[in-house]
């Protein structure tokens, strides 16, 4: 069975910075995408980064410059590293990864306070 693992998450004042982690294990072939959304109290869930298999990237507009996705396809695992975290970050992050299916973490918490 497939499962995705998030870590990473935690309570920071703004302007400091967390690195998400996301592993996927089972029998997945092979992944050719990974990705971050969030969920905010309130608020619709919103696409916050991906990345395929070929290092191509795409970011929300409200975390451009601050937000950097990237991957190890060896240990099919993507990473989100956040700079500059702002209040408005707080939020349940999920992975979500591709692999012919489509699979869902559980999420991992945010929460950044001024």
């Known amino acids: 069975q497939v499962q995705l693992v998030e870590s990473g998450g935690g309570l920071v004042p703004a302007g400091e910075s967390l690195r998400l982690s996301c592993a996927a294990s089972?029998?997945?072939?092979?992944?050719?995408?990974m990705g971050w959304y969030r969920q905010a109290p309130g608020k619709q869930r919103e696409l916050v980064a991906g990345?395929?298999?070929?290092?191509?990237?795409n970011y929300a507009d409200s975390v451009k410059g601050r937000f950097t996705i990237s991957r190890d396809n060896a240990k099919n695992t993507v990473y989100l590293q956040m700079n500059s975290l702002k209040p408005e970050d707080t939020a349940v992050y999920l992975c979500?990864?591709?692999?012919?299916?489509?699979?869902w973490g559980q999420g991992t918490q945010v929460t950044v306070f001024s």
């Open positions: 979500t990864a591709r692999g012919g299916l489509v699979y």
């Open positions: 089972g029998k997945i072939f092979r992944i050719d995408y």
């Open positions: 990345i395929n298999a070929g290092g191509s990237t």
